[in-house]
C-alpha cells in the first residue's frame, strides 16, 4: 500500500504570540514543539494552549544560574534546569495535560540522569557516549502516573503571563537571547540561500549565453560540424 508521511512539527518560540500562534494551528491539526521555555508561565500557557511538545532548555537555565551567582556547579538534584523541568513535567501531569515535556540544552550527564522517566529528552551524541560508559541503575526520577505534589493550576491571560514573565529575569532574559539567536540564524540562512541562488541563477545565464552563441553561429548543440 502506499505509505504517507507524518506532518512536520513546526516549532514555535513560547512568547505569548507564538503560543497563540500555536493554539491556533493546533486546531488545524498541525502540531507544534514550543522551545525556548524557561519558566512555569510559559509552559502553562502551552499547555492551555493544547501544544503538542514543548522544549525547556535545562543546560541554558544553568547557564544562566552560574553567571548570576558565581557557582561553578550544582548537584544534579539542585540544578536550576533540573528544578524547572521536574515542576513543569509535575503540573502537567498532575492536571492532565496532553502536551509531553522534552528536556533539551543538557550540559552534563547528571542532568539527564536527575529527569530520568520524562516524555522526551534530546540528547547530544557526546552525552550519549558519556552515558554508555557509565556504570549503574538508572532509575526512574519522573513518574506521569504518580507525579510529585506540585503548585495550584494557573490559567493566564496576557497581563498574567507578562507579569509572570516580568517577575522572572532568568526567563525574560533567556527568551530574549534567543529571540535575538533565532533572528541573527534567519539572517544567516537568508543569506547562504541568496549566495547559492545567485551561483543557480549565474550558471543558468551562463548556459543561456552559450546557447545564443550556439544559434547565432548556426551551430547544434551537442553536434559538431566540419
Given at each position: ?105 543538557f550540559r552534563n550527564i547528571e542532568e539527564i540522569i536527575e529527569l530520568a ?110
Amino acid at each position: 500500500g502506499v505509505q504517507t508521511c507524518a506532518l512536520p512539527i513546526f516549532k514555535l518560540a513560547s512568547t505569548w504570540e507564538g503560543i497563540r500562534a500555536a493554539e491556533i494551528l493546533q486546531k488545524e491539526g498541525i502540531d507544534c514543539n514550543m522551545t525556548l521555555i524557561f519558566s512555569i508561565a510559559q509552559a502553562a500557557a502551552c499547555a492551555d494552549a493544547g501544544a503538542y511538545l514543548i522544549s525547556p532548555f535545562v543546560g541554558r537555565i544553568l547557564d544562566w544560574y552560574k553567571k548570576h551567582t558565581g557557582r561553578d556547579s550544582y548537584p544534579g538534584p539542585e540544578d536550576p534546569g533540573v528544578v524547572s523541568v521536574t515542576q513543569i513535567f509535575n503540573y502537567f501531569k498532575t492536571y492532565g495535560y496532553k502536551t509531553e515535556v522534552m528536556g533539551a540544552s543538557f550540559r552534563n550527564i547528571e542532568e539527564i540522569i536527575e529527569l530520568a522517566g520524562c516524555d522526551l529528552l534530546t540528547i547530544s551524541p557526546a552525552l550519549l557516549d558519556q552515558l554508555r560508559s557509565t556504570e549503574g541503575e538508572l532509575q526512574r526520577r519522573l513518574n506521569s502516573f504518580d507525579p510529585a505534589p506540585t503548585e495550584q493550576q494557573i490559567h493566564l491571560d496576557r497581563a498574567g503571563f507578562e507579569a509572570m514573565m516580568a517577575k522572572d529575569a532568568m526567563a525574560t532574559e533567556k527568551l530574549d537571547e534567543g529571540i535575538r539567536g533565532f533572528s541573527k540564524a534567519i539572517e544567516t540562512l537568508e543569506a547562504q540561500l541568496a549566495h547559492r541562488l545567485g551561483e543557480l541563477e549565474g550558471a543558468r545565464a551562463f548556459q543561456h549565453a552559450a546557447q545564443e552563441i550556439f544559434l547565432l553561429n548556426d551551430l547544434e548543440i551537442g553536434r559538431a560540424h566540419v
